[in-house]
């Protein structure tokens, strides 16, 4: 018989999972099935940006994998571990000011439990193998381990498959790029002979690169690139012999490895989808790009991937806004994908200079770039993906992301914008003096009676006090002056706010009738274009 369901996502790792959630929480009827027998224990991915933090703050996790990682300031750059030199996070204007260093599969576990939190399991031993599109969908072929198949007919289908992802097969699209040459060592053992302080520490020497992460439990994961061992074949099984001696000769001194938890040969490959939809099909996460793992990106630009595309899909299985709100998932993060390769690309290039004289000139020049402050914010925002800004509507804040804030209630109760966030739909913000408060009340109540189940209105003070107004808008102060500060914006603003926290549009005037006309073509519009939103 066929099955039914509103959107059908293939692979629950970090990428998959993550779409899911946003469409469960929002009661889209969703399905998400994984191949695996059961949840992956391998480590893979140690690295949470700030920005894949404040996504899952939004989901309501951040907290939870903070508890079982630890924090780390940066990415360093240099390859004399002794001497860092970093790309610092610990002054980004966030709320999680690091890296979290935690392995994939604890994230993927925690990620798991919250859709579990909202009624929907992971359907496991069940792979796609097949998918057409038809009059209401995409009619997927599924395959379980007694060999027994299901057809499944869904609304929209995500490819969240990783890097050898059937559905961008079955879609025909390329998978551009090309291998790297190199292979690479991965263990995860316990190490004596060399003390790790944290953080992702490089070295480097003529025998090649080698990274060394320390794990809470006292073990370490160490990887090396190391020209002595690029010959030999990549399906060999790494001994911990081999792992020994390469990394005691790049770090040219004794290190003695013990109790192996996980042994890899492991290559990764530059490679881009060029494109991330075809009709209602999506591909997401390691199914549309993968590349090298230097500056941790890999599963943070999938989850950043899966937020983005989640609530889009909510949004069109529900018919609120128009399907061409979809189109702007693939332009979008298209975009910060083709970003991601070359940036670390150029990054991993840099690390693995073959020539003495080469790495020297690396070093003077990272020495000389890499402190300066400009440097260090660029860096910095790049890698932990709170550069990420779109083109959205108009207004000068329109494509920003916006940052957390902390405001103060009517109660005294302090309340963090992204908690007002995980509300699903759309944060209309009239940011206002208490004058305004008074002068250009009608006005106000005017624009507030816009708010619906998918846009929920807050009236934020810059100063007085809240319980002194009764808008139908629940009414807050910004206490510490964050609007200024951290968004540099005035009062008399509007504020419209997507559900990934991008500033859809914004008005510089609270004008009831110019704001409607603004929402109206906002909802209505073709295309999320600049021309097509002016007024
Ligand atoms: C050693 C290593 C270190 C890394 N370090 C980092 C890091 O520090 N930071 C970082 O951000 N990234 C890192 N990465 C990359 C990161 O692991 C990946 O980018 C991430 O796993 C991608 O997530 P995904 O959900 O898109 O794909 P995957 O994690 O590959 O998940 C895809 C899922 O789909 C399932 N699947 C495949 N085909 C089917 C099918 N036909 N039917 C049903 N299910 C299917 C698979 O079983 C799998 O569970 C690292 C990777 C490796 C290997």
Redesign the pocket.
């Known amino acids: 018989m066929l099955q039914k369901t509103d959107v059908l996502v293939?692979?629950?790792?970090?990428?998959?999972l993550t779409v899911a959630i946003e469409l469960a929480r929002r009661n889209v009827k969703v399905r998400i099935?994984?191949?695996?027998n059961q949840p992956?224990t391998r480590s893979?991915?140690?690295?949470v940006h700030a920005r894949t933090l404040e996504f899952l703050d939004i989901l309501g996790v951040a907290e939870e994998l903070i508890q079982h990682g630890y924090t780390s300031p940066g990415i360093d750059f240099s390859a004399d571990a002794k001497n860092p030199l970093r790309a610092s996070m610990y002054k980004l204007d966030t709320r999680f000011p690091y890296i979290l260093i935690l392995p994939?599969a604890e994230t993927e576990a925690i990620l798991e439990h919250r859709l579990n939190q909202f009624g929907v399991e992971v359907e496991r031993s069940?792979?796609?193998?097949h998918f057409q599109e038809t009059e209401a969908g995409v009619c997927a072929t599924v395959e379980y381990q007694d060999c027994s198949q299901a057809e499944i007919e869904a609304k929209y289908l995500v490819g969240?498959?990783?890097?050898?992802?059937?559905v961008r097969e079955e879609l025909g699209l390329p998978f551009e790029g090309s291998p790297y040459s190199w292979t690479a060592f991965?263990g995860d053992v316990y190490m004596e002979g060399h003390h790790a302080e944290g953080g992702t520490e490089q070295h480097s020497n003529d025998r090649g690169l080698a990274f060394i992460v320390p794990f809470d439990d006292g073990s370490h994961r160490i990887?090396t690139i190391d020209r002595k061992y690029q010959n030999q074949s990549k399906k060999r099984q790494l001994d911990l012999v081999e792992l020994q001696e390469s990394i005691s000769a790049i770090l040219e001194k004794p290190v003695y490895l013990s109790q192996p938890k996980w042994l890899?040969r492991?290559g990764?490959e530059l490679r881009l989808a060029p494109r991330y939809q075809i009709g209602r099909v999506f591909i997401?996460?390691?199914?549309a790009h993968?590349h090298s793992?230097a500056g941790?990106?890999?599963?943070?630009?999938?989850i950043q991937d899966g937020f983005n595309l989640g609530w889009k899909l909510a949004f069109a299985v529900k018919g609120t806004f128009p399907q061409s709100l979809l189109k702007t998932y693939d332009r979008e993060r298209y975009r910060v994908g083709s970003q991601i390769l070359r940036t670390s690309d150029l990054l991993l290039r840099s690390l693995l200079l073959r020539q003495r004289l080469l790495r020297q000139m690396r070093e003077l020049v990272f020495r000389i770039f890499i402190p300066l402050p400009f440097v260090q914010r660029k860096l910095a925002e790049n890698l932990s993906g709170l550069g990420v800004s779109y083109e959205t509507g108009v207004g000068k804040l329109a494509g920003k992301r916006i940052p957390d804030m902390e405001m103060m209630s009517a109660k005294h109760e302090r309340i963090r914008l992204y908690e007002l966030l995980r509300f699903p739909g759309y944060t209309l913000i009239l940011f206002i003096s208490p004058n305004q408060a008074q002068s250009r009340r009608k006005q106000i109540e005017q624009i507030l009676k816009n708010g619906d189940e998918m846009l929920r209105a807050h009236v934020i003070l810059n100063n007085g006090l809240p319980q002194l107004h009764d808008f139908r808008a629940s009414t807050l102060v910004d206490y510490r002056g964050d609007f200024e500060t951290k968004l540099g914006t005035e009062t008399g603003r509007i504020l419209l706010v997507r559900p990934d926290a991008y500033i859809a549009f914004d008005m510089d005037n609270l004008d009831a009738t110019t704001f409607e006309k603004q929402l109206k073509q906002w909802k209505n519009t073709k295309s999320f274009s600049r021309t097509a939103l002016a007024v």
């Open positions: 293939i692979g629950a790792g970090p990428t998959g099935i994984e191949q695996r992956s893979k991915a140690l690295v994939q069940s792979s796609l193998t969240a498959d990783g890097s050898q992802s059937t991965l990887v890899s492991w990764s997401a996460g390691d199914a993968t793992p941790g990106q890999g599963m943070n630009t999938g």
